[in-house]
Protein backbone atom coordinates (compact mmCIF):
# COMPACT_ATOMS: atom_id res chain seq x y z
CA UNK A 1 0.00 0.00 0.00
CA UNK A 2 0.83 3.72 -0.75
CA UNK A 3 2.80 4.40 2.46
CA UNK A 4 1.48 8.29 1.88
CA UNK A 5 -2.16 7.01 1.03
CA UNK A 6 -1.73 4.86 4.59
CA UNK A 7 -1.09 8.22 6.58
CA UNK A 8 -4.40 9.51 5.08
CA UNK A 9 -6.36 6.74 6.25
CA UNK A 10 -5.41 6.66 9.52
CA UNK A 11 -6.70 10.21 10.23
CA UNK A 12 -9.39 11.43 7.75
CA UNK A 13 -13.26 10.11 7.56
CA UNK A 14 -12.79 7.22 5.09
CA UNK A 15 -15.22 8.77 2.17
CA UNK A 16 -12.33 12.02 2.43
CA UNK A 17 -9.28 10.19 2.36
CA UNK A 18 -8.97 10.26 -1.70
CA UNK A 19 -10.44 13.74 -2.11
CA UNK A 20 -7.54 15.23 0.47
CA UNK A 21 -4.57 12.51 -0.47
CA UNK A 22 -5.37 14.26 -4.23
CA UNK A 23 -5.25 17.69 -2.42
CA UNK A 24 -1.30 17.15 -1.49
CA UNK A 25 -0.48 15.76 -4.64
CA UNK A 26 -1.82 18.62 -6.66
CA UNK A 27 -0.08 21.38 -4.28
CA UNK A 28 2.55 19.28 -3.35
CA UNK A 29 3.49 20.85 0.57
CA UNK A 30 4.84 18.95 3.24
CA UNK A 31 2.07 17.29 5.59
CA UNK A 32 2.88 17.02 9.22
CA UNK A 33 0.84 15.75 12.06
CA UNK A 34 1.53 17.35 15.03
CA UNK A 35 1.38 16.79 18.45
CA UNK A 36 -1.86 18.55 20.54
CA UNK A 37 -1.49 22.61 20.68
CA UNK A 38 -3.64 24.64 22.71
CA UNK A 39 -2.99 27.59 20.67
CA UNK A 40 -3.98 26.40 17.20
CA UNK A 41 -5.52 23.27 15.40
CA UNK A 42 -3.33 23.72 12.45
CA UNK A 43 -1.43 25.86 10.30
CA UNK A 44 0.13 26.99 6.94
CA UNK A 45 3.44 28.44 6.16
CA UNK A 46 5.90 29.23 3.37
CA UNK A 47 9.24 29.10 3.53
CA UNK A 48 11.49 30.31 0.36
CA UNK A 49 14.03 27.18 1.11
CA UNK A 50 11.61 24.95 2.25
CA UNK A 51 8.00 25.34 0.40
CA UNK A 52 4.58 24.80 1.49
CA UNK A 53 4.15 23.30 4.72
CA UNK A 54 0.81 22.21 6.54
CA UNK A 55 0.40 20.84 10.44
CA UNK A 56 -2.46 19.65 11.72
CA UNK A 57 -3.28 18.44 15.66
CA UNK A 58 -3.06 14.34 15.94
CA UNK A 59 -5.57 14.79 18.63
CA UNK A 60 -8.72 15.95 16.49
CA UNK A 61 -11.09 13.55 15.59
CA UNK A 62 -11.32 12.76 11.94
CA UNK A 63 -14.03 15.41 11.28
CA UNK A 64 -12.33 17.94 12.59
CA UNK A 65 -8.95 16.83 11.17
CA UNK A 66 -10.78 17.53 7.77
CA UNK A 67 -12.22 20.88 8.51
CA UNK A 68 -8.79 21.98 9.98
CA UNK A 69 -6.63 20.51 7.06
CA UNK A 70 -8.88 22.35 4.26
CA UNK A 71 -8.79 25.39 6.26
CA UNK A 72 -5.18 25.49 5.95
CA UNK A 73 -5.42 23.95 2.49
CA UNK A 74 -7.21 27.08 1.68
CA UNK A 75 -4.18 29.46 2.89
CA UNK A 76 -2.14 27.96 0.39
CA UNK A 77 -4.68 28.31 -2.34
CA UNK A 78 -4.56 31.67 -1.73
CA UNK A 79 -0.50 32.11 -1.03
CA UNK A 80 -0.71 30.90 -4.22
CA UNK A 81 -2.86 32.80 -6.24
CA UNK A 82 -2.15 35.94 -4.59
CA UNK A 83 0.64 36.20 -2.62
CA UNK A 84 0.81 38.05 0.57
CA UNK A 85 -1.39 40.80 -0.21
CA UNK A 86 -4.72 39.89 1.34
CA UNK A 87 -6.13 39.54 4.55
CA UNK A 88 -5.25 36.34 6.22
CA UNK A 89 -8.68 35.64 6.24
CA UNK A 90 -9.93 37.39 4.21
CA UNK A 91 -12.22 36.94 1.05
CA UNK A 92 -9.64 35.54 -1.02
CA UNK A 93 -9.00 32.84 1.58
CA UNK A 94 -12.93 32.39 2.23
CA UNK A 95 -13.82 31.83 -1.09
CA UNK A 96 -11.04 28.95 -1.51
CA UNK A 97 -12.21 27.11 1.81
CA UNK A 98 -16.01 27.70 0.67
CA UNK A 99 -14.93 25.97 -2.91
CA UNK A 100 -12.50 23.43 -1.74
CA UNK A 101 -15.17 21.95 0.51
CA UNK A 102 -18.29 22.31 -1.93
CA UNK A 103 -17.62 18.47 -3.55
CA UNK A 104 -17.36 16.56 -0.09
CA UNK A 105 -21.24 18.44 1.19
CA UNK A 106 -23.36 15.70 0.03
CA UNK A 107 -24.61 13.10 2.50
CA UNK A 108 -22.90 10.13 1.25
CA UNK A 109 -19.79 11.66 2.38
CA UNK A 110 -20.69 13.17 5.20
CA UNK A 111 -22.79 13.09 8.47
CA UNK A 112 -25.99 14.80 7.85
CA UNK A 113 -25.66 16.39 10.92
CA UNK A 114 -22.75 17.96 9.99
CA UNK A 115 -23.40 18.95 6.65
CA UNK A 116 -26.02 21.87 7.73
CA UNK A 117 -23.68 23.69 10.39
CA UNK A 118 -20.98 23.49 7.86
CA UNK A 119 -22.46 24.48 5.01
CA UNK A 120 -23.74 27.53 7.16
CA UNK A 121 -19.90 28.28 8.62
CA UNK A 122 -18.80 28.12 5.26
CA UNK A 123 -20.96 30.99 3.47
CA UNK A 124 -19.15 33.11 5.84
CA UNK A 125 -16.36 31.65 7.63
CA UNK A 126 -14.37 32.87 10.79
CA UNK A 127 -10.85 32.57 11.34
CA UNK A 128 -11.13 29.61 13.37
CA UNK A 129 -13.94 26.92 13.94
CA UNK A 130 -13.43 27.53 17.46
CA UNK A 131 -15.88 30.80 17.90
CA UNK A 132 -18.14 28.79 15.33
CA UNK A 133 -20.71 27.10 18.18
CA UNK A 134 -23.15 25.26 15.74
CA UNK A 135 -20.20 24.01 14.13
CA UNK A 136 -17.98 23.10 17.28
CA UNK A 137 -21.16 21.25 18.95
CA UNK A 138 -21.91 19.26 16.19
CA UNK A 139 -18.09 18.38 15.49
CA UNK A 140 -17.59 17.59 18.96
CA UNK A 141 -20.48 14.63 18.68
CA UNK A 142 -17.52 12.89 17.01
CA UNK A 143 -15.29 13.11 19.59
CA UNK A 144 -14.26 9.41 21.02
CA UNK A 145 -11.99 10.62 23.95
CA UNK A 146 -14.22 13.37 25.76
CA UNK A 147 -14.10 12.87 29.45
CA UNK A 148 -17.88 13.51 31.23
CA UNK A 149 -16.29 15.74 33.48
CA UNK A 150 -14.77 18.14 31.25
CA UNK A 151 -16.62 21.48 30.13
CA UNK A 152 -15.74 24.37 27.49
CA UNK A 153 -13.71 27.17 29.06
CA UNK A 154 -15.85 29.23 27.68
CA UNK A 155 -18.93 27.62 30.42
CA UNK A 156 -17.00 28.87 33.19
CA UNK A 157 -17.10 32.30 34.73
CA UNK A 158 -14.15 34.84 34.76
CA UNK A 159 -11.64 33.80 37.92
CA UNK A 160 -12.70 30.35 38.06
CA UNK A 161 -9.91 28.09 38.66
CA UNK A 162 -9.49 25.12 35.97
CA UNK A 163 -6.95 22.57 34.89
CA UNK A 164 -5.69 21.91 31.39
CA UNK A 165 -2.85 19.12 30.49
CA UNK A 166 -1.94 18.70 34.25
CA UNK A 167 -2.01 22.39 34.68
CA UNK A 168 -3.82 24.35 36.76
CA UNK A 169 -4.82 27.84 35.72
CA UNK A 170 -7.46 30.82 36.53
CA UNK A 171 -9.89 32.33 33.71
CA UNK A 172 -9.13 35.70 32.72
CA UNK A 173 -10.79 38.45 30.00
CA UNK A 174 -11.97 37.12 26.63
CA UNK A 175 -9.76 38.07 23.76
CA UNK A 176 -11.26 37.34 20.56
CA UNK A 177 -11.70 33.85 20.48
CA UNK A 178 -9.21 32.76 23.07
CA UNK A 179 -9.33 33.46 26.91
CA UNK A 180 -6.72 35.20 28.65
CA UNK A 181 -5.60 32.94 31.13
CA UNK A 182 -2.80 32.58 34.14
CA UNK A 183 -0.84 29.84 35.17
CA UNK A 184 -1.23 29.59 39.10
CA UNK A 185 2.19 28.00 39.29
CA UNK A 186 4.40 30.42 37.54
CA UNK A 187 1.96 33.63 37.20
CA UNK A 188 2.77 32.92 33.44
CA UNK A 189 -0.34 34.23 31.27
CA UNK A 190 -1.70 32.34 28.17
CA UNK A 191 -4.65 32.18 25.67
CA UNK A 192 -6.71 29.77 25.79
CA UNK A 193 -9.40 28.53 23.14
CA UNK A 194 -12.46 29.40 24.27
CA UNK A 195 -14.24 25.67 23.48
CA UNK A 196 -10.95 24.31 25.14
CA UNK A 197 -12.07 21.48 26.80
CA UNK A 198 -11.17 22.14 30.81
CA UNK A 199 -11.87 19.86 34.37
CA UNK A 200 -13.08 22.95 36.97
CA UNK A 201 -11.23 22.79 40.64
Known sequence: MNKDLAIFQQYFPETTVQFCYNLWKEYQFKFKITRPRQSKLGDYC??????????????????????????????????????????????????????????????EILPTELIIPLSEYLKNPSATTQGASPLMVALRKFDTHTDTDSSTLASLQAGDNFELNGRIFTKGELRRTRFLCTDRQTGKRYVISTNALVKKV
Open 46 to 107: YRRDKGHQITVNANLNPYSFLVTYIHEVAHLQTFKQYGNKPEPHGKEWKRHFRETFQPLLKP
